[in-house]
């Protein structure tokens, strides 16, 4: 089975756009969660979708938003960029969250200049 | 949040020694998952060890799970260079989604 594919591998905006980041899952994997890392905080989970419903959502803003497709693909999408926001975003998919193996796609480096 | 503080943050050894890392967690868990991350990579995962399990083994690793403990440790035996990475464990907690949660996680650098 091919992997987690993500894209795009690398993102460079300004602050105050906005950035869409795009994940395939594993074929017959309808849990999608996404994770956010950096340095300073480490791993952080952003939101979690299934079957199309968010079911799940970590402590960030109203701007980190995410969505999910009847194929399971899942986007994120956010809003305003600010610098902090410059991180590793990773995206994971399993057969139906816990208390599944989640497998990790390569992930989308943004920098927020 | 993170669920697990890992011990020892980082790690250097030599080629063909073994290496330990240990994962500590808060709450209950149904299983527990050890992933690696080569340097800015994504994580490949290792292996899940049930909370009904004590030790498991998968080619070079070792898992083992203390649930009164509520710790887990990673040993890698013979280590080689290319095992130089990040190593995270990571479990749902009390989460019955997909919410996982690390641990800050342990550098591991093998010299040739």
């Known amino acids: 089975k091919a992997g987690v594919t993500q894209t795009p591998r690398y993102l460079i905006k300004t602050r105050g756009q906005q950035v869409t980041l795009s994940c395939s899952p594993i074929?017959?994997?309808?849990?999608v969660s996404w994770y956010q890392q950096t340095p300073g905080q480490g791993l952080q989970f952003l939101f979690e979708?299934?079957?199309?419903?968010?079911?799940n959502k970590g402590n960030f803003p109203g701007r980190f938003s995410g969505r999910q497709f009847s194929n399971s693909r899942s986007e994120m999408n956010v809003s305003t960029l600010e610098l902090g926001d410059s991180a590793l975003y990773l995206c994971?998919?399993?057969?139906?969250?816990?208390?599944?193996?989640?497998?990790f796609g390569p992930g989308t480096r943004l920098t927020v200049l | 949040s993170q669920q697990g503080e890992e011990d020892p943050q980082a790690l250097s050894i030599q080629e063909g020694e073994n290496a330990t890392m240990n994962c500590s967690y808060k709450?209950?868990?149904?299983?527990l998952q050890w992933y690696r991350q080569n340097s800015g990579r994504g994580l490949v995962h290792l292996i899940l060890?049930?909370?009904?399990?004590r030790e498991k083994h998968s080619g070079r690793l070792r898992v083992t799970l203390d649930t009164s403990k509520k710790s887990s440790s990673l040993l890698i035996t013979a280590s080689r260079a290319a095992d130089t990475a990040s190593y995270f464990c990571?479990?749902?907690?009390?989460?019955?989604?997909?919410?996982?949660?690390f641990g800050q996680g342990t550098t591991l650098q093998v010299k040739p």
């Open positions: 994971a998919s399993s057969l139906q969250g816990a208390p599944n193996e989640q497998f």
């Open positions: 074929s017959g994997h309808r849990s």
């Open positions: 979708y299934f079957s199309e419903t968010q079911r």
């Open positions: 709450t209950s868990i149904n299983n």
């Open positions: 060890i049930r909370s009904n399990e």
């Open positions: 990571a479990s749902y907690g009390s989460s019955n989604t997909g919410k996982l949660i």
